[in-house]
C-alpha cells in the first residue's frame, strides 16, 4: 500500500516526527511504501478562494507552488496521515493551508486511490484535541468518504516513550 504522511510540526526532532518514525517503520517492515512529506519545511501558499479548481481548473489549483508535490503524490495515495503537533487546539497552521487545498484534490470527487485515513497529534497536556477531531471526522471520514484507521495522540510524558512510539510502530505494521 502506498502511504502518504503529511507532517505538520516544524521541529524536525520533535515529538511528532518520533511518532511518524516509527509508524513509517511498522509500516515498512510489512512492505508499504511510506512518503513523509514536511510541510512546513515547503513554500505553500493558503486557498486564494478563486474557485478556479471548480470551473476553469476541473480540480486543478490555479497556484503552483510546493502542493504539486503534494497533489501528484495523493493521486497515487491509498492511505493518507495527517500528523501535527497541537497549537492553539488545533493542527498548525503550515499544515492547515495544505488541508485547505484539498479543496482542488477533492473535485469533483476525492482521489480515486485514496481509501484510508488515521491522524496522529502529539501535545503537552490531554483533551487538546477537539479541533483537530472535527476536521478529520468532517474533511476526511465524512466528505471524501475514507475509512477510519485511528487516531493517535500523545501528550505530555507519553510523548516519545518507548510504550508510545511501540504503539505507533505496531500500528503501522498492522496495515493491510
Known sequence: MKILVLNGS??????????????RKGAASVGHQVDVIDVCR???????????????????????????????LLSESEMLVIASPIYYHGITGQLKCVLDRFYSAAYPSRPP??????MILSSGAPDMYDEAMFSYQG????????????????????????????ELFGFGASLK
Open 10 to 23: 516544524p521541529r524536525p526532532n520533535g515529538n511528532t516526527n518520533g511518532m511518524i518514525k516509527a509508524f
Open 42 to 72: 515547503m513554500k505553500i501558499n493558503g486557498c486564494l478562494a478563486c474557485e478556479y479548481c471548480h470551473t476553469k481548473g476541473r480540480g486543478e489549483c490555479v497556484q503552483k507552488d510546493g502542493m504539486q508535490q503534494i497533489y501528484a
Open 113 to 118: 486511490k485514496l481509501k484510508k485515513a488515521a
Open 139 to 166: 474533511d476526511f471520514l465524512d466528505y471524501l468518504g475514507l475509512e477510519d484507521m485511528g487516531v493517535f495522540t500523545a501528550h505530555g510524558g507519553e510523548n516519545g516513550s518507548s510504550q508510545k512510539l511501540a
